[in-house]
């Protein structure tokens, strides 16, 4: 509920993984969904989400649904769990790897979090507690993106 008004209905698991807009998104998770404003942009190989300092691609299915939105502004959601340290990801796409300069590593016991910068966008990966990360370090990571979510920048819906 935002403002009296109720935003989505739903078990916890479909709250979190098809969240309506962005309010539900950010609300259910810990640390909460990352939202990253950027533009869709088509490359010969595909359709990528620009964020100015980096360019993700967004898989075929979920480019066919947003293809009508190329050049205009989104909201890029992607939770902390679905970005991986590429030293430890499993066949790492170059399409969907960028690097970001860690700001600071806050260890949780099992996991740890890095809090994150691409210069432009702050945001926080949830990694395994064991990885040697350095404060003030460039880390190249990878986004799932087949877990990413795209909103719009004016309402916060959904898009896909």
């Known amino acids: 509920m935002k403002d009296g008004v109720i935003q989505q209905v739903a078990d916890p698991i479909t709250l979190y993984d098809k969240p309506k807009n962005k309010f539900v998104a950010g609300f259910i998770g810990s640390p909460s969904m990352n939202f990253i404003e950027g533009s869709l942009v088509k490359r010969s190989s595909g359709l990528f989400f620009n964020e100015d300092n980096f360019q993700v691609k967004l898989p075929e299915e979920m480019a066919a649904q947003v ?38 590593v806050e260890p949780m016991g099992s996991e740890a979090y890095l809090y994150l910068t691409t210069g432009k966008t702050p945001f926080i990966a949830r990694v395994d507690t064991h990885e040697q990360v350095e404060v003030n370090t460039d880390i190249e990571l990878v986004f799932d993106m087949a877990k990413a979510h795209i909103f719009d920048a004016t309402t916060g819906e959904t898009i896909v």
């Open 67 to 104: 293809a009508n939105l190329e050049g205009q502004e989104v909201v890029l959601g992607m939770r902390p769990e679905d970005i991986y340290d590429k030293v430890y990801a499993t066949n790492p796409s170059p399409d969907n790897t960028i690097t970001a300069t860690v700001e600071v």
